[in-house]
């Protein structure tokens, strides 16, 4: 069995995922043009398999991006990190378990970062919820070769600015490819040709230096 998504549409699917007991389904022609469908499959008949194009144009350009948190899907494409709830994209003042999210993207506090990222490599960039912070590795700059920078969501800590919900870390140093958590401990794989794996998380600072978050 099988579903057509988006056929004709121009867009190759960049990325599968699940809420819920829907399937979300993100496409992009790699361009910059993204789209997102759920797919409502409960019924064990394919009959009654139900496909809706979502109202948001933005997608996510990664597979390995997509992060389950709060029962939602952070994503990330040439435009900021977005979340979503299965129906519609994350936007006002929505609640959740956690509190209050008042944004439109969930990265407004690093655009100009996020607008620098490189348009060809972000297809690989990679994503992973641990411990109330979502990690992020992404390819930072259009000279960029490879993912080469992370950023850190902690989506619990409340701003007391503005109302929003989360604060943003970045890390240089680390070109991590993909994430795993084992025994408690969150471990990256490098993206270079190095053999690389770190293990993240593992102190109050970076290599000695104080970090900044950004609210």
Same mark, same amino acid.
């Given at each position: 069995?099988?579903v057509? $998504? ?11 995922n699940v809420?819920?007991?829907?399937i979300?389904? @993100?496409?992009?022609?790699?361009? #910059?043009?993204?789209?997102t469908?759920t797919? @409502? ?6 009959? %009654? ?9 933005e #997608?996510?350009?990664?597979?390995k ?6 029962n939602?899907?952070?994503?990330l494409?040439r ?10 994209r994350?936007r006002?003042a929505g609640?959740t378990?956690?509190g209050?999210? =008042? *944004?439109?993207?969930i990265?407004q506090?690093?655009e ?5 990222y490189?348009k060809?490599?972000?297809? +690989?960039s =990679?994503?992973i919820d641990?411990?109330n912070?979502?990690?992020?590795? $992404?390819? /930072?700059t259009? =000279?960029?070769?490879a %993912?080469?920078k992370?950023? &850190?969501?902690?989506? &619990?800590?409340l701003?007391?600015s503005?109302?929003k919900?989360?604060a943003?870390v970045p890390f240089?140093g680390?070109? *991590?490819?993909?994430f795993?958590i084992?025994?408690g ?5 490098s993206?270079i040709a190095? +053999? ?6 593992? /102190?109050? %600072?970076? %290599? #000695?230096?104080a ?5």
């Amino acid at each position: 069995n099988f579903v057509r $998504v988006g056929q004709g549409d121009g867009l190759k699917i960049s990325g599968i995922n699940v809420i819920n007991s829907s399937i979300i389904i @993100f496409k992009s022609d790699e361009q #910059g043009n993204t789209a997102t469908y759920t797919l @409502f499959n409960d019924d064990p008949d394919p009959a %009654n398999w139900y496909l809706l194009r979502t109202d948001t144009d933005e #997608g996510s350009e990664s597979h390995k991006v997509a992060t389950r948190w709060d029962n939602k899907l952070a994503y990330l494409n040439r435009n900021g990190f977005y979340g979503f709830n299965g129906v519609q994209r994350v936007r006002g003042a929505g609640s959740t378990e956690l509190g209050k999210i =008042a *944004v439109d993207t969930i990265s407004q506090d690093i655009e100009p970062d996020v607008l620098a990222y490189s348009k060809t490599l972000i297809k +690989g960039s =990679a994503g992973i919820d641990f411990e109330n912070r979502m990690y992020f590795a $992404v390819p /930072s700059t259009s =000279a960029s070769t490879a %993912n080469d920078k992370l950023y &850190v969501y902690d989506y &619990v800590r409340l701003s007391t600015s503005d109302r929003k919900l989360g604060a943003w870390v970045p890390f240089t140093g680390h070109s *991590v490819n993909n994430f795993v958590i084992h025994d408690g401990g969150l471990y990256g794989g490098s993206s270079i040709a190095n +053999g690389f794996v770190y293990k993240l998380q593992d /102190s109050r %600072n970076f %290599n #000695g230096t104080a970090i900044d978050s950004h609210f």
